[in-house]
């Protein structure tokens, strides 16, 4: 492996993180990444975003998900380890050992009072699903439930040491290696520790078992890493001791080993020291030192315990610089920074077009034109001062691939240079005639097709002759040619044309800004536009697709293309460069920033080999070779899983094995989190998701968004249905991950739509009886207006009733018509009139007729009042004054009131009831 492909990528979370140092990084067995902060908690990272397991107290939660715990009495962890039987998260702190059980993210402490409040140095998961602890007060052992099964005092022979680091071999011997120049192996017979001698003057600190060769490597502190043989038994064997010379301690620290990880596929051992990361090739069992100088930054470092990923990355845990993450490029990419130029110049390098030939480099820079660079040297030539009278040209170069040199551009003119060694010339120089200005340059088959302000010229190599093609084609911006010598061009908005070997100009396309074109290898013409549009074209069809929705992620900027062997197109944007195959769709991004690439923009791209791009812009090029990765047509293996659901102020981690989640009836609006756990590469990934029961279309989310929304989610049962892309863009099969129950409301229970069936057909049945008794009541008023205007009289003959007073009534009656004009007759002369008191009076027709004295005086004027009015043509004032009432006004109020109608109105109908009577 050589150093130039090794990559060093800053932890992508690093700003998340509470505080900046990392002690210790873990994987677990789904994938997620877990830091022991100091003083920030534990933290677990999703790729996107991290959760802090903590104290509570003395926290802004804006940039992450808090776990509070009060059981958590200190924010500085050792240390972490995952458990090999059940799914908990060991971890030490300063006050005490705690796990997270991770089916349901809860946080328990070991409540033994010998771990409750220690420090925990180191915890250690063996393979039979024990736990090993190392604290202060000895070593301990316990349970997979967290019970203390086993306690050991590091009280050797008299001496106290104490246990800085645990190890498993592969024949599952445990060993700890200790202070006092000890190595301490555990006898599961006898429960015991036995002492194994170490014969060398400086304490083991770390220690990796090579499996092939069965032997160790173990780094000290102060003496380097030895390679070491152990003891056969539990016996006074000792280690076997041999010292590799390239760790001989000395000034710089490399001598004080922390850890180390040997890397069996690359054959590379890494060992983290107390001042700097250093790099070791095996071979034939001698370490050769390795250069970090390409990849590491310079300087000493403050660095923890290494961690080797499943994809064979190593995690770097650090104080200065932040935690970073080591991993292997597979992209073959090779970076020329051309230091020469910045050491003649004072500007880094302006790759504007650039050209290889052999093991040199034409590049064509806007403030220096053209150079030529030899990167094995690291020489650069420029042509304007080795040429005399040099011509300054233009961008527009290409390779002459029938002999030596590049064809270059000033005007109308075409140059050819070509150099020996450093030294540059020009070979010759032809003009275009009928040409002011030459805007593109291609060549294929011995031919240099040439194109200008209007129309294509083409040249042949050997015959140094210049023939015009075709004109009338507008502004020729880059030109093509297929294997049957057929032309494609772009000229801006004149558009996407086609020349035939006989000169004929076809316009596939117009109107937009066409700026790039490239022939694949299986015939197909791709075009781009500068307004962000990609097409390509089937010529035996005549079908000219648009393929945004696969090439691009909407609307940039396109600065140029290119076809490949491989038939990958090449798409330079304004934010990117992509290598995209029109097979399978799969996919892979390259922006400037990478550590790979280091330039402040990317301005072109060019084909200089078969299936390599050179890609060339400020401070520096680089030379790519395309993926074979992309060309795997079988779908993606990738699994997205839900890493929470954040429903109102709940936060729902899903747990290990957990297919369903309940939502609270508050809780209709929801956010769902999903990662693939590809830590690296997650702005690479695009998702997809559908609620089934509540969507029916997939919604696509953009490459490095990973949260689906459901607001107003009603009640019932929904399943998620998610799918991935790789790192490449290739997709993955669906599959429900989870299954969201939102309860219902108590008012949405069955109960209480029971309740409301009721309270329905109660008001339904209440509604017909309210109905039912207003038509009766107002059918019994009706006929007591009936009674009242057709009994004028009351007779103690005309009642039923027979407890009636016949005679008294009679009286009573003849009494009031006697006096029925006198307005001033009234209840005193009234009772007078028939002996009686006035309380008397007013008892018995109150049990007699249940009117008052009152009442009764009036009923029978107004009844006597309504005969005269039916009977008599009489105006109603001579009515009201025969019948006893002062005024008419107050004479009509008290008929309306018993009867319903005006006096007026009353004559009226009792007329009409007369006339209709006699026409009868």
Not at 220 to 231: E, F, I
Not at 332 to 342: G, L, S
Not at 808 to 820: C, G, I, S, Y
Request: glycine share 8%.
């Amino acid at each position: 492996m050589s150093a130039q492909r090794i990559l060093v990528t800053e932890l992508p979370t690093q700003h998340l993180l509470p505080t900046s140092p990392v002690h210790r990084v873990l994987q677990d067995r789904e994938g997620y990444m877990w830091y022991a902060t100091e003083g920030g908690g534990l933290c677990r990272d999703d790729g996107y975003e991290l959760s802090v397991f903590r104290s509570p107290f003395g926290y802004s939660y804006s940039r992450f998900n808090i776990i509070g715990s009060d059981s958590i009495l200190s924010n500085h962890i050792y240390c972490i380890a995952e458990g090999k039987e059940h799914p908990h998260i060991w971890f030490g702190t300063k006050t005490g050992l705690y796990y997270i059980d991770k089916h349901d993210y809860s946080i328990h402490a070991v409540d033994d009072q010998r771990l409750r409040h220690s420090e925990v140095w180191i915890v250690f998961a063996a393979s039979d699903g024990t736990i090993w602890t190392s604290t202060p007060q000895g070593l301990f052992h316990l349970d997979c439930s967290g019970k203390v099964i086993g306690d050991y005092s590091l009280n050797i022979y008299g001496t106290s040491v104490s246990g800085s680091y645990f190890h498993e071999d592969s024949r599952h011997n445990l060993r700890v290696l200790c202070t006092g120049r000890m190595i301490l192996k555990y006898d599961p017979v006898s429960d015991s520790f036995i002492k194994e001698k170490w014969d060398f003057p400086s304490n083991p600190t770390c220690m990796y078992e090579d499996i092939h060769s069965g032997k160790f490597f173990v780094g000290t502190w102060g003496g380097g890493v030895l390679s070491c043989t152990a003891p056969d038994s539990l016996s006074s064997d000792s280690w076997h001791i041999k010292k590799l010379p390239e760790f001989l301690p000395d000034n710089s620290g490399a001598g004080i080993v922390l850890n180390l990880i040997y890397d069996s596929l690359y054959g590379m051992l890494w060992v983290a020291a107390i001042d700097n990361l250093y790099l070791y090739h095996m071979t034939d069992g001698q370490l050769q030192p390795v250069s970090t100088a390409s990849f590491l930054p310079e300087g000493k470092k403050v660095i923890d315990l290494l961690f080797r990923d499943r994809d064979n990355n190593i995690w770097v845990p650090a104080y200065t610089p932040h935690t970073f993450i080591i991993s292997f490029d597979e992209d073959k990419i090779e970076r020329y920074p051309v230091d020469a130029t910045k050491r003649l110049t004072g500007y880094p390098v302006m790759a504007d077009a650039v050209v290889k030939e052999d093991d040199y480099y034409w590049i064509w820079q806007g403030r220096d034109n053209l150079t030529l660079y030899h990167p094995a040297t690291d020489r650069i030539s420029y042509a304007s001062r080795n040429v005399e009278n040099y011509p300054y040209t233009e961008k527009w170069i290409e390779k002459c691939s029938t002999g030596s040199g590049i064809w270059a551009v000033n005007a109308n003119r075409l140059l050819r240079f070509t150099h020996k060694d450093m030294d540059i010339h020009i070979e010759y120089c032809l003009s275009v005639t009928g040409a002011e200005h030459i805007t593109a340059l291609h060549e294929s088959r011995n031919r240099l097709w040439i194109g200008t302000e209007d129309a294509i010229y083409e040249m042949s190599v050997s015959g140094n002759y210049i023939n015009k093609v075709c004109g009338g084609t507008g502004s020729i911006r880059q030109l093509a040619a297929t294997t049957g010598g057929e032309i494609y061009a772009v000229a801006g908005k004149d558009g996407f044309i086609h020349v035939s070997t006989d000169g004929e100009i076809t316009v596939i396309d117009k109107g937009d800004e066409y700026c790039s074109i490239a022939v694949a290898p299986n015939g197909t013409i791709w075009a781009a536009t500068s307004q962000g549009s990609i097409y390509s074209y089937q010529p035996r069809h005549n079908v000219l697709t648009r393929e945004n929705d696969h090439c691009l992620w909407g609307g940039e900027s396109i600065k140029s293309l290119q076809a490949d062997k491989s038939g990958h197109i090449w798409i330079l944007t304004d934010q990117y460069l992509k290598e995209y195959n029109p097979t399978n769709n799969a996919f892979r991004i390259f922006h400037s920033s990478d550590s790979r690439i280091k330039m402040d923009y990317m301005h072109c791209v060019r084909l200089i080999d078969g299936n390599k791009v050179c890609v060339g812009g400020m401070g520096a090029f680089c030379i790519i070779t395309s993926s074979a990765d992309l060309d795997d047509t079988t779908a993606s293996s990738v699994r997205p899983v839900v890493t929470s659901i954040t429903a109102g102020d709940r936060h729902i981690f899903i747990g290990t094995e957990q297919n369903e989640v309940d939502l609270l009836p508050h809780q209709g609006d929801c956010k769902v989190a999903f990662s693939t756990l590809d830590h690296l590469h997650a702005g690479q990934v695009s998702y997809a998701y559908r609620l089934k029961g509540w969507q029916t279309s997939w919604t696509y989310l953009p490459a490095g968004s990973n949260t689906a929304y459901f607001n107003r989610l009603p009640k019932g049962i929904y399943q998620l249905e998610l799918k991935a892309t790789d790192r490449y863009g290739c997709w993955g099969e669906p599959y429900i991950s989870l299954t969201l129950r939102r309860l219902p409301a108590w008012y949405e229970t069955w109960w209480a739509y029971l309740i409301y069936g009721l309270i329905a057909i109660s008001l339904v049945l209440g509604v017909l009886w309210l109905s039912r008794r207003i038509s009766q009541l107002l059918e019994l008023h009706r006929r007591r207006k009936e009674v009242a205007l057709n009994t004028l009289d009351i007779r103690a003959d005309a009642t039923s009733l027979p407890k009636f007073d016949k005679e008294f009534l009679n009286k009573a009656v003849a009494l009031v018509e006697a006096h029925l004009s006198d307005p001033h007759y009234n209840v005193g002369q009234f009772s007078s009139d028939l002996c009686m008191s006035r309380m008397n009076l007013y008892r018995k027709l109150r049990v007699q007729t249940g009117q008052s004295p009152v009442e009764f005086i009036r009923s029978i004027r107004l009844k006597k009042a309504a005969a005269l009015l039916a009977a008599t043509e009489l105006p109603v004032k001579e009515v009201a004054q025969r019948c006893g009432f002062s005024t008419a006004t107050y004479f009509s109020k008290l008929f309306k009131e018993m009867f319903g109608v005006l006096p007026g109105q009353y004559k009226i109908a009792k007329t009409y009831d007369s006339t209709s009577k006699k026409g009868q």
